[in-house]
């Protein structure tokens, strides 16, 4: 059974940083692209960052320069550093993956809170 694990999140002023991780389980993490999704208050779910085996990263345009996504291969962990943090980044982020190939992200994790203060 495939399971994703998040820890971190919290509350944090603008301009601040914090790091999120997911944990997956090792078969999952080796074939997988694996994923940070957000959710405001009142807004759709939406992609942060992904990253590829290998370390191919992409981010939202709203995160670029801010936000890195990184794999650590022999925790089977994918972190999200954020730095520069805004009001608007406030939302619950989720850990996804899917594996490569697929069209959708069929995994998820539970979900972190973060609050960033203005």
């Known amino acids: 059974q495939v399971q994703l694990v998040e820890s971190g999140g919290g509350l944090v002023q603008a301009g601040g940083s914090l790091r999120i991780s997911c944990t997956a389980s090792?078969?999952?993490?080796?074939?997988?692209?694996m994923a940070w999704f957000r959710q405001g208050p009142g807004e759709e779910r939406e992609l942060v960052a992904s990253?590829?085996?290998?370390?191919?990263?992409s981010y939202a345009d709203s995160v670029k320069g801010r936000f890195t996504i990184s794999r650590v291969n022999d925790q089977n962990t994918i972190h999200l550093q954020m730095n520069k943090l805004k009001p608007e980044d406030t939302a619950i982020y989720y850990c996804?993956?899917?594996?490569?190939?697929?069209?959708?992200?069929?995994?998820w994790g539970q979900g972190t809170q973060v609050t960033v203060s203005s």
């Open positions: 996804a993956a899917k594996y490569i190939g697929a069209l959708n992200f069929d995994f």
């Open positions: 090792k078969q999952m993490f080796w074939t997988s692209t």
């Open positions: 990253s590829r085996p290998g370390n191919l990263a």
